[in-house]
Every structure is written in C-alpha cells, then in structure tokens.
Nanobody
C-alpha cells in the first residue's frame, strides 16, 4: 500500500525554524515531482514548494521564497521542507504530495497525499 507519512511539525515562535519530513513507502517515487502543500483554517489547500525527480528543478510560492527550502533523497524515498524565519501566517496543516509511483512493474499516476502535520507559529 502506497503511503506518505509527514513528521516534524510543531509549535514554534516567530523567527524560529522547523524541518518537515515526508517518508514515502509502498513504491518508488523517484520519477515524479513531490511537493508540500498547506491548508490554514477556512482556506484552500495551496502549494508551498515542489521539486522534480532529480532535484534540479524547484518551485516556491512567493511568500516562502528565501525562507523555505525543499529537497529530496530518492534513495530514502523522502522529501524535506526546511522552514526558516517562520511567521505566524505560516501556521497551517502541511501536506506532502506525490503525483505517481512505480510498483516494480507498472507506473501509476494520480495524486497521493499524506495525513498532514500541524505547524503553528506564535507571534
């Protein structure tokens, strides 16, 4: 069974840092973009950052540029989000996403989501 498990969330003060991890299992994900999304109460889920399979291509939402860094380790099937200089407006549930996987025989496409990890930044 394909599964994404996020960890690393918590409560921090403004200006502090957190590192989120997303461990993927049940397949191989190295050919697919992986990304981090977030959803604040009463708001839609929006992309925060994404990374290509090689790590050579990255995308960041404007409000996190220069503060967040996405990376991945394909050997470990893990994607990371280093979050520095956190602000109260970064408070949200953060979700990991991948757009497909390889089960050893076939490639499967379709969004896969983790259960989310809460990040709360106090002022």
């Amino acid at each position: 069974q394909v599964q994404l498990v996020e960890s690393g969330g918590g409560l921090v003060q403004a200006g502090e840092s957190l590192r989120l991890s997303c461990a993927a299992s049940g397949g191989t994900f190295s050919r697919y973009f992986m990304g981090w999304f977030r959803q604040a109460p009463g708001k839609e889920r929006d992309v925060v950052a994404a990374i290509s399979w090689s790590g050579g291509e990255t995308y960041y939402e404007d409000s996190v540029k220069g503060r967040f860094t996405i990376s991945r380790d394909n050997d470990k099937n893990t994607v990371y989000l280093q979050m520095n200089s956190l602000k109260p407006e970064d408070t949200a549930v953060y979700y990991c996403n991948v757009e497909g996987y390889y089960d050893g025989t076939h490639y499967h496409t379709g969004a896969i989501w983790g259960q989310g990890t809460q990040v709360t930044v106090s002022s």
